[in-house]
Nanobody, 116 residues
Framework: QVQLAESGGGLVQAGGSLRLSCAAS????????MGWFRQAPGKEREFVAA????????SYAHSVKGRFTISRDYSKTTVYLQMNSLNAEDTAVYYC?????????WGQGTQVTVSS
């Protein structure tokens, strides 16, 4: 069993920044990678960013490249998402995902709202 706890969401003005955190606990020793997805009202959940557990590679959705940065705290099973230059289309519930060789685990989500 793996538990994921997201934090850092909130309300910001367009052009502002937020930093999301995702702390994992439980049986995380088989972690393959972690990442972030988001779901806006009326839309499907979409990929945002991911990092493999070796730290050798990251990936980003085209819509956030150059604005968002995913990073890992090597001393913890924790990932961060630094979000800069936020715009209204970034408004969504952001979900943390942890992937093992066979299973995916999801957090409860944290709301990010960007106002114009």
């Amino acid at each position: 069993q793996v538990q994921l706890a997201e934090s850092g969401g909130g309300l910001v003005q367009a052009g502002g920044s937020l930093r999301l955190s995702c702390a994992a606990s439980g049986r995380t020793f088989r972690t393959y990678g972690m990442g972030w997805f988001r779901q806006a009202p009326g839309k499907e959940r979409e990929f945002v960013a991911a990092i493999d557990w070796s730290g050798r590679s990251t990936s980003y959705a085209h819509s956030v490249k150059g604005r968002f940065t995913i990073s890992r705290d090597y001393s913890k099973t924790t990932v961060y998402l630094q979000m800069n230059s936020l715009n209204a289309e970034d408004t969504a519930v952001y979900y943390c995902r942890l992937r093992t060789g066979e299973d995916d685990y999801w957090g409860q989500g944290t709301q990010v709202t960007v106002s114009s």
